[in-house]
């Protein structure tokens, strides 16, 4: 690390740092109040910290971790260690927002005994509030174990990236009367199950607004149309760091790839046209050092011309 980069303290004033701290309970007394519920995600202390200090209610660190921050195709590579890794970072930037680790596939898939234990490890080690799983009906009895065991569960249902192969691909789901009939009974089979809110990913508005409806608590939807009661999107997405087509639900709010990319061709030429660094981005030796270390170098140079003494001629 170098010396200029040591943390920073959070300025005294910023927006939401006067509100109190987020919890499940703000979240769902939120959608009584018909406020909507603001969510993004993070996966590192600099964008959380910026997340949080803006405001955001709920930052979800996203398996979606595998494919814009570690350049996986699909989410399906990332593991335990990295998610909990990530979620670690977050957590030491965030103060006031809520913070929800996803488990990645294969984490909560093979048993339930299992799935409690590495649900608790984020919550233990990582610092996460709680734990969002893919999957409805067929998750009841694994949140309700999750439940069980003091674990908050933030469900997902509709395009659950998870089931990518058994999808057939990134599809908007609940487009037939029986996707929409089973989507809903979904939404219900997990509040039943105690569920505190339940993402609704790539589903029509309609759906999504009949859900919401129908339900006591938070939809936050993505690709779900504006009737939901909150919204997530991917920060990399927000900003343009993805280096794909923006999906259609997508609203780019910066273009970071072009901030970013000037910023770097202009330090490259910098260098190479010898403006970096300048003086004032130099360190100095004290006045009284320089001097000593120049008095110095020129006696070494008056010696060194007046050159070695010849010596004494040997009589033949
Ligand atoms: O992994 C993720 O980022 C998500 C959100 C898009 C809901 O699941």
Redesign the pocket.
Known sequence: MSVTTSRHPRPAAQPGSGSPKVTVQTIQDKKLARVPIACL?AYDYPTARLVDESGIDLI?V????AMVVLGYDS?LPVTMDEMLHHTRAVRRAVHRAMVVA?MPFGSYHASIPEAVTNAARFLKEAGAEAV?IEGGASRVELVTALTAAEIPVLG?IGLT?QSLHKMGGYKVQGKTVAAFDRIIADARALQDAGCFAI?L?GIPSALAAAITEQLSIPTIG?GAGPDCDGQ???FHDLVNLTFSPAAKFVRRYADAATLFRNAITHYCEDIVNHTFPSEAESYHLPKDIAIQLETRSKEKLSLAASGPRPAARKKA
């Open positions: 995600t979800l996203g398996d979606s971790l989410t996803d969002k997902h990236p993402v990913e993505i997530i999107l991917v």
